[in-house]
Nanobody
């Protein structure tokens, strides 16, 4: 069974920084991609940043230039560094991953979610 264990988040004033980490644990063959989504109250969950193990990157337009996603292959971990935070970044942030559990490699892997971590930015 795969688990995504998140850490980080918290409360910060506008202009400040926070970082989030997510580690994939369990038995699996290969990570396809890991990333972060967020959901603010009353809004749909949206992609924040995603990094494929092949190297491709995606960022939401609203966070480009402020957030940076990176990975540690050896630890199966992805990190989101969030700088210049604004109140609109307030949301529950969820780690997301697509993973191949075993061979054969079918489709884009199985999808997993973390439990979510709160990020709150005050003005």
């Amino acid at each position: 069974q795969v688990q995504l264990v998140e850490s980080g988040g918290g409360l910060v004033q506008a202009g400040g920084s926070l970082s989030l980490s997510c580690a994939a644990s369990g038995t699996f063959f290969r990570i396809v991609a890991m990333g972060w989504y967020r959901q603010a109250p009353g809004k749909q969950r949206e992609l924040v940043a995603q990094l494929s193990w092949g190297g491709s990157l995606k960022y939401a337009d609203s966070v480009k230039g402020r957030f940076t996603i990176s990975r540690d292959n050896a630890l199966n971990t992805v990190r989101l560094q969030m700088n210049s935070l604004i109140p609109e970044d307030t949301a529950v942030y969820y780690c997301n991953s697509r993973i191949y559990l075993s061979l054969p490699l079918v489709g884009s892997g199985d999808e997993y979610w973390g439990q979510g971590t709160q990020v709150s930015v005050t003005s």
